[in-house]
């Protein structure tokens, strides 16, 4: 079989849901995967369109009346055996954080004092409102859960992103904490 890129893997995986217009599929993106995968708007539709020359999905327009025709996508048995294939593979490498944030702080020898500690406080009260709104996922998926077959793994990558938030506002406390005392010797 042949190897696709993960943006394709992912919207294969999206047509798993009841997401099936390009519409609904961003949607869905923003309100769960762009928490740990980006896609971006611009993807979505080219890979549709890739997705059903590749044979993986149908598209079939869909008219309801007073609003423009949708075109709406359906994986086919190949789609599903592709994302099946792709989900047994192994994961070949660790995840890259790209942290702007860390990059500044490398260089924070040139940065002044106020501004490393705004800096650390602003990332830390961003952390407190992401782990807010991981909160409110979660709450929105356990109510939903018994209607869903995906809700466990949802909540299992949900709480990856809590934890992983948390770390990082303790790391912020930390990183504070040791800096402030550091530059009042």
Not at 104 to 116: C, D, N, P, R
Not at 119 to 134: D, E, F, I, S, V
Request: with cysteine; proline share 2%.
């Amino acid at each position: 079989m042949k190897n696709y890129n993960n943006t394709t893997y992912a919207i294969l995986g999206i047509l798993t849901t009841e997401c099936n217009s390009g519409y609904s599929i961003k949607q869905f993106i923003d309100e769960s995967l762009n928490h740990f995968w980006k896609v971006s708007y611009g993807q979505i539709y080219p890979t549709l369109k890739f997705i059903v020359q590749e044979g993986l999905a149908e598209v079939h327009s869909s008219s309801t009346a007073g609003k423009p025709d949708r075109n709406e996508y359906k994986l086919t048995t190949k789609g599903v055996d592709t994302l099946k294939k792709w989900l047994e593979e192994p994961i070949n490498q660790l995840p890259v954080e790209r942290n702007e944030l860390l990059l500044k702080l490398f260089f924070g020898h040139y940065q002044s004092h106020e501004q490393t500690i705004s800096l650390l406080q602003n990332y830390k009260q961003g952390l407190h409102h992401r782990y807010q709104t991981y909160e409110s996922i979660e709450q929105a998926i356990l109510q939903h859960q018994h209607h869903d077959k995906n809700s466990l793994y949802w909540l299992f990558t949900l709480d990856y992103g809590k934890r992983i938030t948390n770390a990082a506002i303790e790391w912020c406390e930390c990183t504070l904490q040791k800096y402030v005392s550091i530059k009042e010797d």
